[in-house]
């Protein structure tokens, strides 16, 4: 990788990515093509299915309503799971996904092992469910006297930055649920009372709960060189 045209980053007040951290994704997909699939499908079937082939206009219509969808999910799955990188300007390292994460629950190993990369949806819901766990140390507290680190998250960001390397960013069928469900609908129908859902669960937590989970920060930086 030494080699590489792409430049990292030296900014004192961050923790810069390494250069495995700036490889590109998948950028194959394209709306145009998708258009294309979309209307062109169902023209195709209307053209060489005997049952609609004599209908018109409303009869196209009718099949871009019913395959619309499952040319869509059938799009997204296929592009996420072949289309290549944006580019290759920074060559992956290539090793295998046991040294970076651990799978402890035995279905999901015997899935995902060695170069076989875990679908990123996969691996966020088996983390918090315990299924899964990152190699290395977990967060941990450093000195209060130093301004620089307060707080180290260990090996987990390192790891993170290296994602392309043991995940894969595909679509899975409960991430296609979510979408259907989920995302599209709160998209399309946007009201004040979905805001107040979304957001009332972070202000009803209440004050113990981020004192909870920030007390420890606060104090180390309050008793630091660098709080003014």
Known sequence: MSF????VTDTPAIKNAPLVGLAEGNGYFSNTHLAILVLGVPFIVKRILPIVNRGGFKTYV?????????????????????????????????????????????????????KEK????????AYFEGKIDFNGDLP??????????????????????Q??????????????????INLIPEVIVHSQSQDEEQVRGHYDR?????????????VAFRNSPCHI
């Open 206 to 218: 209440g004050d113990d709960f981020y004192e909870w989970s920030f007390r420890f920060i606060l």
């Open 4 to 7: 590489s045209t792409v430049c």
């Open 140 to 161: 941990v507290l450093n000195s209060p006297l130093s301004c620089i680190d307060i707080v180290s998250t260990g090996d987990v960001l390192d790891i993170m930055e």
């Open 62 to 114: 009718f099949l871009v309503i019913v395959l619309g969808v499952p040319v869509v999910v059938a799009y997204w799955t296929a592009a996420s799971m072949y289309g290549k990188r944006r580019n290759q300007k920074v060559i992956l390292p290539g090793k295998d996904i046991e040294e970076y994460i651990t799978i402890k629950d035995d279905e999901l190993k015997a899935l995902y092992h060695g």
């Open 118 to 125: 875990i679908p990123m949806q996969i691996f966020h819901d």
């Open 163 to 180: 994602r392309h390397d043991w995940a894969k960013m595909t679509f899975t069928p409960e991430l296609f649920k979510y979408v259907f």
